[in-house]
């Protein structure tokens, strides 16, 4: 995944990337302006500029940041001595907890496509890519398991797991969970 911040870790960037991904998760990314984050974070605006050369490489952070947390957790689960079939079960169970959790407001990728809806721009773009890896890996686990259609299969699942996202903001989490298992075993054939 692309970004043009300059990477270098330190406290001060660390307190930046996680109070934007709060604020951006919670408010959305354009109701909240640099100097929120810069004040919420208790560092200076130089310190800012250092770390990000403006406010959509902060965005491209963030978002690097939340897809590297998801792809450990795929990785996490991948590693763990279970069966293709199992692992997929265990991915649609852990979506279904995510949207049951605390503080659940969406699909982060969803939300920032939803605010750049120009399908060129880099934020599109970094949710694009985000997206196909999520599919592909999907599909790799399906024909792992020997489905006869692991891509059509893992784009339905891809589908599914975009709804029960937006589903488990709006409605009824616990109901829309149960709505995914149910869907996503009807798919997969389980």
């Known amino acids: 995944m692309s970004t043009t911040t300059t990477g270098r870790r330190s406290a001060a960037r ?3 990337l996680e109070t934007a991904s709060r604020v951006f998760y919670t408010r959305g990314i354009h109701a909240v302006a640099v100097d929120e984050v810069i004040e919420a974070a208790d560092v200076s605006r130089a310190t800012f500029y250092r770390h990000f ?3 959509e490489d902060l965005v491209e952070a963030y978002l690097a940041a939340e897809d590297a947390a998801i792809r450990a957790r795929v990785a996490e689960a991948a590693g763990a001595d279970v069966a293709p079939a199992e692992l ?3 991915l649609v169970l852990g979506i279904g ?3 049951c959790g605390p503080g659940f407001r969406g699909c982060p990728f969803i939300n920032a496509a939803a605010e750049y809806p120009d399908p ?3 934020i599109r773009r970094v949710v694009h890519e985000h997206r196909t890896w999520f599919r592909e890996s999907i599909a790799g686990i399906l024909g792992a398991t020997g489905h006869p259609e692991p891509g059509e ?3 339905e699942l891809t589908l599914l797991r ?3 996202m937006v589903g488990g ?4 989490a616990p109901a829309v969970r149960a709505s995914l298992i149910r869907a996503a075993e009807a798919v997969v054939g389980g």
């Open 14 to 16: 660390d307190r930046l």
């Open 53 to 55: 050369p403006g406010k």
């Open 88 to 90: 997929v079960k265990l």
């Open 97 to 99: 907890d995510e949207i």
């Open 120 to 122: 060129d721009h880099p």
């Open 153 to 155: 299969a893992a784009r």
């Open 162 to 164: 975009d709804g029960a």
């Open 169 to 172: 903001y709006l409605e009824d």
